[in-house]
């Protein structure tokens, strides 16, 4: 079969994307996401709008492989999620649905973060290798494991939950989820945002951070070599190297693929996270690349497409 | 096909197993582990063996499904190990050599500790589960992690190295592996060992512990209801039961399944290690079962045989 879709469901639109089973990206495009009635009309406008495209491009449903859905929610091994706040949905059998809408065509999905990492290893930074890891730095730190071209789901389809490895016994501030010292307090967009506040409030050199800076504004201050940002990035990059490390030791990726808004200031994070991991990491992983992601918005559908060809 | 064969290769000894395929154990025996020469005859020592019992038992060639092997070193995914020190062996291509040497019969390989967690899941205390991780604390601290019914093998053989997890970043001693502050530091029977003899260094209250504890001592100690035995068994099941929290929200396994010579001490250690575990553990992973090995020396045999039925 020559044809597979990906589908990237997001709170605000969902990313539709066309591909060839070898990996060409042929069309993409985006449909609101109508949360209304806990999203009753979102997979109904997913079918349609596959059918529309199919029809479009005068594509035979028998050259289809099927259709891949990446949702922000876990997602369990046969397809369910249990609630999706983003959404508006509740429990859903999400590829039973949307497979009747298709008339019966093979559907698979898996959370966001995961699939993200299978479109990174299908097409992105992970390009060639079947055991990636992919750490998304946004407004949380999100992850997908992939041991030998599979998704970890894991038994609550918990895995990958990258965010809340422990990395600071020793923190008194509670994290988001209630937990202490994880891994999101330190290397998000908000907890490098909160690292750099620290590091304003106490005595410190002269700095051209001030007032409540950014992840950004933290790396693009390194970027102009700024000594304060410099101490902050490398604190990011102690607890992120040393959480690379522990992970490296359990799933022995050929590669950590960092992705996400923080990543966008590019290679200059690399060193700081290289520096920690090489100095914790089992003599082993020593040779595990740590890379930028590639794909930016488009692993989701990428690797939701993937998903197919498993 | 009706049997399989599992091989557990040893330093002093060969284990051998015949099962049903539906996992009936038929028979076990062992033969001694010939390390002279590079330890040339251990594999055609182990076709000679298992081509004899099935003479004995009037067994079919064509009945068996393979022989599966576990090995004390890591095994790459083509079957191929570098070096195994143990048993004399440099580079081997094991699964090839053993397939030759029994006239093209399946033969599968892995790292023993991966092996042995295949085992309590097939036959053990994981029975029913697809995704079991397996702690083994002996003089070393092991393991393997099993996703989905298969293990991870890792792009180096290291998957699964769970006792080179980071539990302590501020440990000045260092570990056999060159770290510093290794689960395996606090969690080992050496390690436990060297938790006491700290313990016994300082002030402390009466115990009836004394000279150089080993781990049984202090968990017979526990037993007896002794203060300071306690207070290092609590130490132990911290960082353990930290360790543990963080392999959850990476893989997010059904089971942990403790083994090796410290769980030998029985349900006693449970708590501690459970304890620390909820205190630590993400929301998603907190019914996570935290149980004893069931298998002993079994589970090599039982899950390199499990390693032909996928």
Redesign the interface.
């Known amino acids: 079969m020559r044809y597979c879709m990906g589908v990237d469901v997001g709170g605000t639109s969902v990313k539709l994307g066309l591909f060839e089973t070898e990996g060409k990206l042929l069309d993409k495009w985006e449909i609101p996401t109508r949360k209304e009635n806990h999203g009753e009309q979102i997979l109904p406008d997913v079918a349609a709008s596959i059918l529309e495209k199919l029809e479009e491009r005068k594509i035979r449903r028998k050259d289809v492989a099927g259709v891949g859905m990446g949702i922000p929610a876990?997602v369990d091994?046969e397809g369910v999620v249990q609630q999706t706040a983003n959404v508006g949905w509740g429990y859903k059998e999400v590829t039973r649905e949307l497979s009747e809408l298709l008339d019966g065509m093979r559907v698979e999905a898996g959370n966001d973060a995961n699939v993200a990492a299978m479109g990174e290893m299908w097409l992105g930074a992970g390009r060639g290798?079947k055991?990636v890891v992919m750490v998304t730095l946004g407004t949380g730190v999100g992850g997908g494991?992939i041991?030998?071209g599979?998704m970890?789901?894991?038994?609550?389809?918990?895995?990958?939950?990258?965010?809340?490895?422990?990395v600071?016994?020793e923190e008194e501030d509670a994290c988001g989820?209630?937990?202490h010292g994880c891994l999101e307090q330190y290397a998000s967009a908000t907890g490098i945002a909160k690292l750099a506040r620290k590091a304003l409030s106490g005595e410190h050199e002269e700095t051209v951070l001030h007032g409540e800076p950014s992840a950004k504004d933290v790396f693009d201050a390194v970027k102009a070599g700024d000594a304060l940002a410099t101490r902050i990035a490398d604190e990011f990059g102690r607890y992120l190297g040393?959480a690379l490390?522990?992970?490296?030791?359990?799933?022995?990726?050929?590669v950590f693929v960092i992705g996400g808004g923080v990543s966008k200031a590019g290679p200059v994070l690399i060193p700081f996270v290289e520096k920690e991991f090489q100095k914790?990491a089992?003599?082993?992983?020593k040779?595990?690349k740590i890379v930028l992601a590639e794909l930016g918005n488009d692993a989701g559908i990428c690797g939701a497409a993937r998903l197919i060809l498993n």
Do not use: K, M, W, Y
């Not at 490390?245 to 050929?254: G, N, Q």
């Open positions: 876990p091994s290798e055991n494991v041991v030998n599979h970890i789901v894991g038994q609550h389809g918990a895995g990958g939950e990258i965010g809340h490895i422990c600071n016994r989820c209630g937990l040393a490390a522990s992970l490296a030791v359990v799933v022995d990726p050929a914790r089992f003599f082993a992983n040779d595990t």
